[in-house]
């Protein structure tokens, strides 16, 4: 059957990027990226043609338009159109460009060619309309909180837990970091399609990073003993009900890298956390998102 996307293009002042990604992120769009065009950007978002109707694209423009009257810029220039998803990959791959993340990583679109020469973790992918293509702070957080975490040194016994891996940026962040072993899930069913094969492109092997279908419920089962680690990044609203449920995995000294979470929501967060029995040991923001660095005690 063929399957529609909207293109949602928004020319903004560079100022007002940040805000625009939210919203667009907040309304359920799956691939996100942008252009720097002198002063203004040029954001594109798709969004799946059934997730979404006019009058949303429409009530989503007027967001826009008092978002940069609140904030004293030029009003947004929106528009949207349909087209086919063979078109909708070759559209978006145009504007994701390489990028590097923390002190070690690049995030490298697998249709590019490699660089020469690097002394840099090269991260492929292709995230087809999963989640994650590190250009999101939250994913940025999670990525350098892995290094800081694991650091250069192999890890041959860790094993960790990835909740909502989306493309597998984090899953495969670990294993490149050394770490010997992954559980990943996810609800979207294109989210584990697009995990194993970033997996087979950054020659992860399958038996390293075992990825399915489902909730914390699904991890529980699948993680066949307590793990050295969970990456979690998902919306507060959800890792709220995720929790409670972490102590199943978890043993004493489990650390914890959990974002999604807007700067309001951490306090919340952060309380539950600590009374599910997690030492909260850092807190990173970056725009309007924060990461948790936990340990469970
Ligand atoms: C913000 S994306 C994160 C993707 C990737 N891990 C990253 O850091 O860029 C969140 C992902 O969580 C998934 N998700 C949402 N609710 C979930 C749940 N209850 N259990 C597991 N995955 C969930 C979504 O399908 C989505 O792929």
Aim: proline share 5%; net charge negative; with cysteine.
């Amino acid at each position: 059957m063929a399957y529609n996307w909207w293109v949602i293009r928004v020319l903004c002042n560079k100022s007002l990027e940040e805000v625009i990604f939210w919203r667009l992120d907040s309304f359920g769009c799956r691939g996100t990226a942008s252009q720097i065009q002198g002063k203004n950007c040029l954001v594109l978002a798709y969004l799946p043609e059934e997730q979404t109707q006019l009058l949303d694209l429409s009530a989503l423009s007027l967001n826009f338009r008092q978002d940069a009257l609140c904030m004293n810029f030029p009003v947004p220039i929106m528009d949207w159109y349909l087209i086919e998803e063979e078109d909708w990959a070759s559209s978006w791959k145009q504007y994701w460009q390489p990028q590097e993340i923390g002190d070690h990583f690049l995030i490298h679109p697998a249709w590019l060619d490699l660089p020469e020469q690097s002394d840099k973790i090269i991260l492929r992918l292709d995230p087809g309309a999963a989640f994650g293509t590190g250009t999101h702070p939250t994913t940025q957080l999670c990525l350098e909180s892995l290094e800081m975490r694991l650091g250069l040194e192999p890890h041959p016994e860790a094993i960790i837990a990835d909740i909502g891996c989306g493309s597998g940026i984090l899953s495969i962040g670990a294993a490149l970091l050394g770490v010997h072993q992954i559980y990943a899930v996810d609800i979207d069913p294109l989210a584990i399609r697009s995990t194993i094969n970033n997996g087979k492109l950054n020659q992860i092997k399958a038996e390293k990073l075992i990825v399915e279908q489902g909730d914390i419920k699904k991890l529980i089962k699948l993680c066949p003993k307590p793990v050295d680690g969970i990456v979690c990044n998902i919306l507060a609203e959800v890792i709220i009900d995720i929790i409670p449920h972490l102590t199943a995995i978890a043993k004493p000294k489990t650390w914890g890298i959990i974002s999604g979470i807007l700067l309001e929501q951490a306090k919340l967060i952060g309380d539950t956390l600590e009374q599910n029995g997690w030492v909260v040991a850092t807190l990173w923001k970056k725009e309007e998102w924060c990461c948790f660095n936990i340990r469970y005690s």
